[in-house]
């Protein structure tokens, strides 16, 4: 589970691919969100955080899908699920138990 810019924290965990002997990031081909470049833009964040996280989680092969700025949007693309922002984290949260009750 993953809010705002801590998905940045996905970035370099690889995994091994069972139809190859590379191994590849585990958010490739995945669905993610994180915090946008306009929401990070609007709070000044980008002056302090190394690098531009959506571009880098496309850039490492994810599908970022992204919303207006400051509005809910969560994506459960397991074993990922990620929040956009913190107005996301409380739906984020209750799929996040949802899925630990079922299983």
């Known amino acids: 589970l993953t809010l705002s810019q801590g998905a940045a924290g996905l970035l370099n965990i690889q995994i091994n691919d069972k139809d190859s002997v590379e191994s590849k990031s585990i958010i490739h081909n995945k669905m993610i969100t994180a915090s946008t ?51 996301s984290a409380q739906d984020a949260c209750f799929k996040f138990v949802d899925l630990l009750q079922s299983t």
Not at 61 to 82: H, Y
Request: net charge negative.
């Open 37 to 87: 470049r306009e929401e990070d833009e609007s709070q000044e964040v980008t002056k302090i955080l190394p690098i531009n996280l959506e571009e880098s989680l496309i850039n490492a092969g994810a599908d970022f899908i992204g919303q207006q700025k400051w509005t809910e949007n969560f994506i459960v693309d397991l074993p990922i699920i990620s929040a956009q922002n913190p107005i």
